[in-house]
């Protein structure tokens, strides 16, 4: 089993909509948890951190479960510009490996 | 700051030869990693360092792959000799911490043909 695992979609949502998604992991020591975007053929960038409580920034919410081990991003509102792949990030508690899920793919159309 | 610099952005070589993959940090950061990607595996961590120290390299395939990091502002990922099966994106990572954003580099495009 992977240790982060995502679905891979891709999630075709219409513009406007809501559309979420979940990431699990297997390692119940894991401390730190990210959403990364990857946009094609770019390099990944930080979306947003996932704190205990859950967490807003704007149009994304992230959730996490620590008892049932996943994450949640949920996106709102969605615009063209949210196509891209979402990548589920893991810290252990332990040193600075940051371990990344497969991504989901997200396509947003008009 | 410019940001995490790779080079080269792509590489093209044939089976067998030495291929060096260069990366410059952000100034300041502490932590720089080595990322491989592709399609079937997604982003696999070869190999990270902490202030130019090795701290993790599990992920390294094989003896073929090494990593240098000489000083704070310079690492390498060589691999020796390559085959097709390396052919991927490699991106090279920095943060200043622990939990800490990393920031890529825009990734070198390998292909061994």
């Known amino acids: 089993r992977k240790e982060v695992e995502q679905d891979p979609g891709p999630f075709n949502v219409p513009e406007g909509a809501t559309v979420a998604f979940n990431c699990t992991y297997s390692?119940?020591?894991?401390?730190?948890f990210f959403w990364y975007r990857q946009d094609c053929r770019k390099e990944p960038k930080l979306l947003m951190s996932v704190y205990s409580s859950g967490n807003e920034d704007g149009r994304f919410t992230a959730q996490l479960n620590r008892a049932s081990q996943y994450i949640s991003l949920l996106i709102r509102d969605s615009k063209l510009s949210d196509s891209a792949t979402y990548l589920c990030v893991v810290l252990k508690a332990a040193g600075n490996k940051l371990t990344f899920g497969g991504g989901t793919r997200v396509l947003v159309k008009p | 700051d410019a940001g995490v610099i790779q080079s080269p952005r792509h590489e093209v070589t044939e089976m067998g030869q030495e291929v060096t993959l260069r990366c410059k940090p952000i100034s300041g950061h502490d932590y720089l990693f080595w990322y491989r990607q592709t399609m079937m595996r997604g982003l696999e961590l070869l190999i990270y360092?902490?202030?130019?120290?090795?701290?993790?390299d599990s992920g390294m395939p094989e003896d073929r792959f090494s990593a240098k990091m000489p000083n704070a502002s310079f690492s390498t990922l060589k691999i020796q000799p390559s085959e097709p099966r390396d052919s991927a994106v490699y991106f090279c990572a920095s943060s200043t911490g622990q939990g800490a954003e990393a920031f890529f580099g825009q990734g070198t495009r390998l292909t061994v043909v």
């Open positions: 390692n119940s020591a894991s401390q730190s």
């Open positions: 360092f902490n202030n130019n120290v090795p701290i993790d």
